[in-house]
């Protein structure tokens, strides 16, 4: 289908359109951009998905989490159902990516929340190769990087990014350089950056700083960014969602709820609601619920209107932008950095904000906070279940639970929550459970 793909800005009064081979992240007056496709594909597709993943186990592309729902991903312009041509353009870790991502039940973690066990999902997308849900977005972003011919790929991480990336890259044989906060993220994700042999440039500054000078000399010395801030990011995890819905059986839940860090995950959750409701493959909208961490809240005081008493919306592509302007000169005139011990999410300047918040206008989504102790019970009660996930991730926890006491999560509502990542920061369950006051602590005997 060539000629379906291409490039939009998502700012409605601006619109500019580039060929699906640019590779600017922004367009020329610095908005983002979505990747857009001119066909709707065939609601029959659902069975060929299901098919691909029960059957096929010999195809990488249909083992794939990812590929298996290439249609709905297709800017490489393929034809689809020709492995030969799968195999030249999609990057692939062996099919891997996504691959033992699935919603489960946690009867502890339910009984935490006290919401019945048959109507809260969670999903752990720490399962993935790399340990987090970025090794979806990744695949598509290296594809793309692959498809125009860059050689280096280029990244700002807190840890998950740079490992993802690490690990693509060196299973392409391309270079990669990662800039990462000195001294700010957790050693288990730093290792694994050297372990793929990435180039570490470290910032003496927080991830904004490093996200700011990483941008920066991709420009300069033609590297291609593989941030969510990539639109190509965005396609690939879209995914995780469609995982959720498909096991589902494409019933809605209520609800599906992130930690929000950059909010790629936010907007690739809204981008493939979109498209889904536009095609008429769902008939209800899920809401999206977001969970900030206290210490790094940009989303929640915007959308909540604790800045300046304004509630800020998407406004149907001409969102107020100044106020985020000021927001974050605020930030800076205040000297707040924004402090938790999820360093995934310790964002103060979400790169998605706009993206993040088209998807709450269209999913009449909501954005809360939690505290790092609620963080991390929320951490320990997925691990009482079996289930590994890191300290961010269980934002998603603590954070259906407390939007369930608001009476906003509906005790009879179908909720999923995505455990954005595995635990790679050893001593926090230690450290947690040595601690008797903790809720779940289950300190050592002496
Ligand atoms: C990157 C990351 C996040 C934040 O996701 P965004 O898409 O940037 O909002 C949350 N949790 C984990 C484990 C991550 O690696
Ligand atoms: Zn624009």
């Given at each position: 289908m060539q000629?379906d793909?291409?490039l ?5 009064q ?5 060929p699906?081979t640019n590779t600017n ?6 908005h983002l951009?979505?990747v ?5 594909p ?7 998905f299901?098919?691909?993943g029960?059957m096929?186990?010999?195809?990488i ?6 590929w298996?729902f290439?249609e709905?991903?297709n800017?490489c312009?393929?034809d689809?159902?020709?492995v030969e ?7 692939s870790?062996?099919g891997?990516e996504?691959?033992?991502?699935k919603?489960y ?11 019945p ?5 969670l999903?752990p997308?720490?399962?993935?190769p790399s ?8 695949a ?9 011919g860059?050689k ?7 840890g998950?990014t740079?490992?993802?990336?690490g690990?693509f ?6 270079q990669?350089?990662v800039?990462i ?5 957790a050693?288990g994700?730093l290792?694994?950056?050297y372990?793929f042999g990435?180039?570490?440039?470290e910032?003496?500054?927080?991830f ?5 000078q990483s941008l920066?000399?991709a420009?300069?010395?033609?590297g291609?960014?593989?941030n969510?801030?990539?639109?190509f990011?965005i396609?690939?995890q879209k ?11 494409w019933?809605s ?9 950059a909010l ?5 959750c809204?981008?493939a ?5 536009e095609w008429g493959?769902i008939?209800k909208?899920?809401r999206i ?10 989303l ?5 209107g604790?800045?300046q008493g304004e509630?800020?919306?998407?406004n149907k592509g001409k969102p107020n932008?100044d106020l985020?302007?000021?927001y ?13 011990k999820?360093t995934a999410i310790?964002?103060?300047r979400?790169?998605?904000i706009?993206k993040g ?10 954005v809360?906070?939690v ?7 929320g951490m ?10 890191e ?12 939007l369930?006491?608001?009476e906003?999560i509906?005790?009879?509502d ?14 926090l369950?230690?450290?947690y459970?040595?601690?008797?006051n903790?809720?779940f ?6």
């Open positions: 000629g793909a291409y939009k800005c998502i700012d409605s601006c619109g500019l359109e580039y699906i992240v922004q367009c020329d007056n610095g951009l979505d857009k496709y001119k066909n709707k065939n609601e029959s597709l659902k069975e060929v299901a098919h691909r029960q096929d186990k010999n195809i592309f249909n083992e794939s989490g990812v298996r290439r709905l991903l800017f312009e393929i689809t159902e020709n041509e799968c195999s030249k353009y999609l990057v870790l062996d891997a996504g691959r033992q991502s919603p039940h946690m009867t502890k973690a339910s009984s935490f929340i006290g919401i066990s048959d109507k809260l999902w999903q997308e720490g399962y993935n340990g987090s849900f970025k090794d979806n977005g990744m598509t972003a290296v594809t793309h990087a692959k498809m125009v860059a280096k790929i280029v990244c700002a991480s807190t998950n740079s490992a993802s990336a690990m890259a060196a299973n392409e044989g391309i990669c350089d800039y906060p000195a001294g700010q993220i050693p994700k290792s694994q950056a372990q990435a180039q570490i440039v910032v003496d500054g927080n904004d700083d490093a996200l700011k920066e000399d420009k300069n010395h033609d291609y960014t593989v969510s801030i990539n639109p990011r396609e690939g995914t995780i969602p469609y995982r959720a819905l498909e096991y589902l059986g019933e839940p209520d609800w599906i709820v992130y930690p929000g860090g790629g995950n936010t907007s690739s809204g981008k609601l979109m498209e889904l409701y493959w008939k909208i899920p619920a977001v969970i900030n961490s206290e210490g790094a809240s940009t929640s005081d915007l959308y909540n604790k800045f509630e800020l919306r998407w932008a985020v302007c000021q974050y000169d605020h930030l800076d005139n205040e000297g707040i950095r924004p402090k938790t999820a310790q964002i103060g979400p790169a998605n706009l918040l088209r998807a709450l206008e269209f999913t009449n989504g909501v809360t906070t505290t790092d102790a609620e963080m991390l019970d320990a009660v997925v691990g009482l279940n079996g289930f590994d996930c300290m961010a991730s269980g934002a998603s926890v603590a954070g259906i639970k407390k369930i006491e608001q906003i509906k005790k009879d179908v909720v999923v929550g995505i455990l954005t990542g595995r635990q790679k920061d050893a001593m369950p230690v450290d459970h040595n601690d008797p903790n809720r602590a289950i300190p050592p005997k002496i």
